[in-house]
Structures are given as structure tokens and as C-alpha cells.
């Protein structure tokens, strides 16, 4: 202990020197009770060892750790990374403006991502906390942002891990030859076999997926019962997440060796396969031939944030949890570019593999649009309907090409103009089937499933495939989770291993909803209303919690201590002005957009064998409206309770020692006040001065330290709770 502190005075003089617990906590050397002379009922003093080396804390309050720094990385990528990669980035790529739209996302990139995603990173590692715990030390009365991040990691989870069971379901199915969904099933009528009606109408996969896989109900009101197939897969699922998820870190970490690198092998050898299709050149030319006048228009731009803000998966709590297990001196700096930036490359590659392969299946229904096309044009030819004089000489009916197709069709729509419409030829253009956008299911379950049928050996890159997404989305989910888990499990002090398989028991039988036949509908809800609006609020309140009421000075004094470095000025600006003003406009552009787009599904009508939108039922809009109202609920009432003084700020729940620098944090919240002061000062209450010394202020990093003293409020920053050995008195 320091020559100059308090106890060591009381000790060597006779005289009274008044102390208190901020005076004790904020000595530079660490306090151990037990073998100084703060000991206190008898505790027996254990050994004495050099002091050079730092011993472990008891093992129930040790904090895990990573094994090593790139299974730390492997994480935080298997989280970013996730199905939205595959199946959401292309389609807005296309849908955008082709490679113009990588400009706005880029930018977006650079001034809303990177930042926010370090601003997680760093306050997870700064306080060794789950999001309830950082956003209680970081502003106490906006302590429900990290609940309301767990009930959107909850929210999401449940219908996330249902996309795995139904990869599950066509991982299975694809262990066979032909695969299942290349040809549409044959039924009797009499002695007569009949293609299936509802097939014949649509298409071999989206039959399979709708009526095989989902077996789906006509609207979200018809339930329909359990579709017990997808039952199981769920349940496979939630076992799989529950076995990743059982012993923390210890367990998911090692499953992320195989979770995130596996997807980058796959992606890689779809790229070579996809590359060596005919016409895979058509589709990745489309893809990004830059369509700039497409930057002006400002919902490029809306959802070029909204897809920065999740590709990373802000506001989860996942990446605060994950860094939350990291070295206080790790150079999380660096890790947010590199995450950020393998995300984004990852993004670009999918985009390539994906329209790679939907270049090569538009050269086939452009083909098969020439021919049966073609078919009906002979018809008319041999019926006397078209002349033969309508026909350029060139053209060979038995070696028909697009080209002699497209001249011919030019030709009779010029000289039938009056009539053309009746005949029923349609212009089979390569463009127009590259230009059909889908994304989501209909990419993963529909057209890019159905690309693959065309494959060589197809059911090994089915199974490859599944594969993939499965553990796209196990990485995801054991993020998701890790959201959940870690903050309940530091503020609670619950057994984690005991509520991971509650929790996960709980969202499998609540996921049963998403099982019934109408399921694919409630996926469609959750996704559309329990994520985007609520988490774009709570990572606004995080931007503003850090930036105004913590502090950008002080926390970049903060991250200069743990980093070793002072961070850009960038990072100051982005934080404190320019994310927040982000945000907000993209939160406003968000409701906006909810307002003016009519909420609905679209419905699969068995008789058409098409979708068609249908607006929510009245209970359906109230439970849209349910969703957001929880996922934002606790952080009103935290404000609230903790304005009016009916719920603590934590102060008395956390003591806090160092070890060459390492914060050491035990629990208290067994003490009295009366007990505590005991604790801390070796007397009885009544010789206990007061817990309500002045203290210094703080001026942040640009100025000097200061003697000032201020009176501290009851209600400030957390007392003893996360206490970094930096921190000033003031905010104790």
C-alpha cells in the first residue's frame, strides 16, 4: 500500500484521518482485505507471495477468455457474417444500381460502421461487461438499452434459428439423386398420371419449398396445425445452438473454428464452379454494370445504412459480449477495421458467387423461353396464321438462337402491331431475366436451388450449400445468444450453464409458432418488426450515451490508457456529431417508410399457385405493434424508476480490485450499507465516517487535473460497480 494513503496514516498516527470507500478504491495499488489490514472477522490470512505475480481470482469469479486472439476474430466475423451476406447484400446490389451501389455503402461503411462497431468493441472490453452491465456504468438512468438489446437478440433469435431448421430440412434432402425439388411430382387422376396441378403452375422448387417444406396455409389466420417435419428440424436446431452456447466461450469458441472459416470454402469453390458456367460472365457483368443516377435517389442510400447497421450487427449486444472477454490492452482498434472490412469483402464475394450462378440459370429460361416461344410460332405458321414471308431467310428453326429469336419477334411485332398482343410471344430477353430480383428465402430455397439442379453432380452441392447456411447461421445465433446470455449472466450471477438450457427450452417452444403451417408468415413479421426500428433506436441511445452524458473526451482518454494510442480524431467527430445526426434520419426514414407501406405478407394462394400481398388482420397489427413496444419497453422504465429513485443504480453491487492493471470485480450485494462501510474500513458503523467525502472533478484528457471539489449526487455513475482505475473520483 502507498506510504501516503489513509490507512498507512491511521496506522503510524494517532490522529483521526478520515477515509471512504472512493478513497480506498482509487489507490493505484490493489486492496486485498484479507491480507492487509482491512481483514475483518477473522478471515485467515494466506500466504504471502511476491507481489510480481498476479494471482488468479477464485475460480467462480474468474472471467473467461479467449483462448487466443483469432479465435476471438473467428467470432466476431461468424456474428457479422450471416445470411443476410448472402441472400439480402446481392439483391440490394442489384436492385440499386449495380456496382454504383457500393459507393454509398462503402461511405456508409466508413462514417456509421467502423465507428459504432469500435464504440462496442471498446466499451466491451473497457468494462468487462455484457450490455446490461456497460450501459449501467456508461449512463446508469439509460441502463435499459441493454435490456432492450436483449429482448431484440430474444426476438430475433426466435425466428433466426428457424431459417437454420429449414436449411437442416434441405441439408438432409439432398442426400439423394435426383434431388427432390428438380421435377415436379407426378399424381394420378384415374388411370391417367398428371403433372401436379399447383407445380405445373409454378415451378419444381417453388412447389417443393412452399407445399413440401412449409406445406404453408393459405393466409397468417389459418394455422394449420404443426408441420411436424419442420418440428423436428427446429428442435435440431435448438440443440445444436444449445451445445455451441453450454459452456460459454469455452464451447462456442471452438465451434467457430469450423462455423465461420467453413462458409469461405464453400464460397470459394461456388465462385470457381459458378465462373466455369456458360453464362456466368452475363450475370457478374450485370451485376456490376454501375447504374449512377441510381446514387440520387435517397432510398439507395436508406437502405445502403440499414444493411451497414446489421451486416455488423450493432446494437445486438453480441459484439459488446464477445469483446467483453478480451485483454484490457487488446488493440480493438484494429479489430473493428478488420472485422469491418472482412465483412465487406465477404458481401462482394457472395455477390459474385450468386450472380454467377443466376447468370448461368437465366441462360437457361431464356433458352427455354426461345424454344417453347418458337414452338408457338411454327404452330402459327402451319395454322396459316403467320406467313412464312414474316420469317428472315437465315433462320433454322432446328439451331434457333436468341439472336435470330429476338430478329424474328422484331419482325412479326412490327408487321402484326394491331394483333400482336394475341398471339401470346413474349420477347425472351436475357436482360429481363436477370433484372428478376429476389432475395431471402426465394434466393436461397427458390432460384438459387434451383440453379443448382442444372449442376453436375447436384447433390453434392446441395449438401455444400445447406451446409453453409447452416452454419452462416449458427455463427449468427451463437452471437445472438452470446447477446442474451452474457449480460444476464453478469448482472444476475445465474448459472450459465443452467440458463442457456432454459433459455434455449423457452425459445424452442415459443418457436413453435413459426412451425405451424402459416409459420413462414410470422417469420415475415418478426423480421420486418421486432429488429430493425428498436435497434436503430437503441444504437442512437448508445451513440448519445457514450458521446454526450459519458463523454467523447473522456472516453477517448479512456481508450488512449487501454490502447496504448490516441485514436484519430475521426473517430471524435463521427461519434459525437455526424453518426448521431445518421441515425436519426435513418430512424425518421424508417418510420416514414413503415407509415407509407401498407403492413402485409405475402400469401401463397394454392388455387394460382402464386403470391399475392394481403394486409395483417386487426390481431396481427397489434402484435406487430407488441413487438416493438417490448423490444423498447425497459428503456423508459429504467429512466424512469431510476429518476424517481425506485430502483438502485447498482452502486452497492460491485467492489472493484486491480492486479498490474487487471480490473477485478466482487460481488456485494450481500452487504448492508452498514456492513459494506465495515468491509471497506475495518470499524464498526458508528466509528465509520461519512460515505459522502467531496471529491475531485475531472476535466478530461485536453486538460489538466484539478483539486476542485464537487459535491457528488446520490444518483451519479455507478459508485463502485465497473470502476476502472482510471476513472475519476468525480463519478464515483
Not at 469469479?61 to 451476406?85: C, D, H, M, T
Not at 451501389?101 to 465507428?115: C, E, K, R, V
Not at 440453379?451 to 449458427?474: D, K, R
Not at 394486409?615 to 424508476?641: H, N, Q
Request: charged share 15%; hydrophobic share 45%.
Amino acid at each position: 500500500m502507498p506510504k501516503n494513503s489513509k490507512v498507512t496514516q491511521r496506522e503510524h498516527s494517532n490522529e483521526h484521518v478520515t477515509e471512504s470507500v472512493a478513497d480506498l478504491l482509487a489507490l493505484e495499488e490493489p486492496v486485498d482485505y484479507k491480507s492487509s489490514a482491512l481483514n475483518v472477522g477473522g478471515v485467515p490470512l494466506p500466504p504471502r507471495k511476491n507481489k510480481d505475480v498476479e494471482e488468479p481470482q477464485d475460480p467462480g469469479e474468474e472471467r473467461p477468455a479467449w483462448n487466443s486472439k483469432l479465435q476471438y476474430i473467428l467470432a466476431q466475423v461468424g456474428f457479422s457474417v450471416g445470411l443476410g451476406n448472402v441472400w439480402r447484400f446481392p439483391y440490394l446490389c442489384q436492385k440499386n444500381g449495380g456496382g454504383a451501389y457500393l459507393i454509398p455503402y462503402f461511405i456508409l461503411l466508413i462514417i456509421i460502421g467502423i465507428p459504432l462497431f469500435f464504440l462496442e468493441l471498446a466499451v466491451g472490453q473497457r468494462i468487462r461487461r455484457g450490455s446490461i452491465g456497460v450501459w449501467n456504468y456508461v449512463c446508469p438512468r439509460l441502463g435499459g438499452i441493454g435490456f432492450s438489446s436483449c429482448m431484440v437478440c430474444f426476438f430475433v433469435g426466435l425466428y433466426y434459428n428457424v431459417i437454420i431448421g429449414w436449411s437442416i430440412f434441405y441439408f438432409f434432402k439432398s442426400f439423394q439423386y435426383p434431388l427432390p425439388w428438380s421435377e415436379c411430382p407426378l399424381v394420378q387422376n384415374g388411370s391417367l398420371s398428371i403433372v401436379e396441378p399447383e407445380c405445373d403452375k409454378s415451378s419444381a422448387t417453388t412447389y417443393f419449398w412452399y407445399r413440401e417444406a412449409l406445406d404453408i396455409s393459405n393466409s397468417i389466420s389459418e394455422s394449420g396445425g404443426l408441420n411436424w417435419r419442420m418440428t423436428l428440424c427446429l428442435l435440431a436446431a435448438w440443440l445444436i445452438v444449445g451445445m455451441a452456447m453450454i459452456k460459454g466461450i469455452q464451447s462456442s469458441g471452438k465451434v467457430m473454428y469450423f462455423s465461420s472459416l467453413f462458409p469461405y470454402v464453400v464460397l470459394l469453390c461456388f465462385l470457381v464452379r459458378g465462373l466455369l458456367l456458360r453464362g456466368a460472365v452475363d450475370g457478374i457483368a450485370h451485376m456490376f454494370t454501375p447504374r449512377l443516377e441510381k446514387m440520387l435517389e435517397p432510398q439507395v442510400w436508406r437502405e445502403a445504412a440499414t444493411q451497414v447497421f446489421f451486416a455488423l450487427g450493432l446494437g445486438f449486444g453480441g459484439v459488446i459480449a464477445f469483446s467483453s472477454y478480451n485483454k484490457q490492452d487488446n488493440n480493438c482498434h484494429f479489430d473493428a477495421a478488420l472485422v469491418s472490412i472482412i465483412n465487406f469483402v465477404t458481401s462482394v464475394l457472395a455477390t459474385l458467387v450468386v450472380f454467377a450462378v443466376l447468370g448461368f440459370k437465366a441462360n437457361l429460361m431464356n433458352e427455354k423461353c426461345v424454344v417453347d416461344n418458337a414452338e408457338k410460332i411454327m404452330g402459327y405458321l402451319n395454322s396459316k396464321v403467320l406467313s412464312h414471308d414474316l420469317i428472315p431467310p437465315h433462320v433454322n428453326f432446328s439451331h434457333l438462337t436468341a439472336q435470330d429469336y429476338t430478329e424474328m419477334y422484331g419482325v412479326i411485332r412490327t408487321v402484326r402491331e394491331g394483333s400482336f398482343s394475341e398471339l401470346g410471344l413474349e420477347p425472351c430477353q436475357l436482360e429481363d431475366e436477370l433484372n428478376k430480383a429476389v432475395q431471402g428465402t426465394g434466393l436461397a430455397f427458390i432460384a438459387f436451388t434451383e440453379a443448382m439442379t442444372h449442376f453436375p453432380g447436384s447433390p453434392f452441392w446441395s449438401v455444400m450449400f445447406f451446409l453453409m447456411l447452416i452454419n452462416l447461421g449458427l455463427g449468427s445465433m451463437i452471437g445472438t445468444m452470446e447477446g442474451i446470455i452474457t449480460p444476464i449472466v453478469d448482472t444476475f450471477k445465474v448459472r450459465k450453464e443452467i440458463f442457456t438450457v432454459c433459455c434455449c427450452t423457452l425459445a424452442f417452444l415459443i418457436g413453435l409458432l413459426f412451425v405451424q403451417r402459416s409459420g413462414n408468415y410470422f417469420v415475415t413479421m418478426f423480421d420486418d418488426y421486432s429488429a430493425t426500428l428498436p435497434l436503430t433506436i437503441v444504437v442512437i441511445l448508445e451513440n448519445i450515451s457514450v458521446a454526450w452524458f459519458y463523454g467523447t473526451e473522456k472516453f477517448m482518454q479512456d481508450l488512449t490508457e487501454m490502447l496504448g494510442f490516441r485514436p484519430s480524431c475521426f473517430y471524435f467527430y463521427m461519434w459525437k456529431y455526424v453518426s448521431p445526426l445518421c441515425l436519426v434520419v435513418l430512424m425518421f426514414t424508417s418510420i416514414i417508410q413503415m407509415g407509407l407501406s401498407p403492413p402485409g405478407y405475402s400469401a401463397w394462394n394454392e388455387e394460382t399457385a402464386s403470391e399475392r400481398f394481403q394486409s395483417y388482420p386487426p390481431w396481427a397489427l397489434g402484435m406487430c405493434f407488441t413487438l416493438i413496444t417490448l423490444a423498447m419497453l425497459p428503456v423508459p422504465v429504467v429512466f424512469i424508476a431510476r429518476q424517481f429513485h425506485l430502483l438502485s443504480d447498482g452502486s452497492n453491487t460491485l467492489s472493484v480490485s486491480y492486479k498490474k492493471g487487471r480490473m477485478m470485480m466482487k460481488d456485494m450485494s450481500n452487504l448492508e450499507d452498514n456492513d459494506e462501510t465495515r468491509f471497506i474500513l475495518s470499524k464498526v458503523p458508528s466509528e465509520a465516517p461519512s460515505p459522502m467525502p467531496n471529491h475531485r472533478s475531472y476535466l478530461g484528457p485536453e486538460g489538466p487535473s484539478s483539486l476542485e471539489t464537487t459535491n457528488t449526487s446520490p444518483n451519479g455513475r455507478y459508485g463502485t460497480g465497473y470502476l476502472m482505475p482510471t476513472t475519476p473520483e468525480s463519478q464515483l
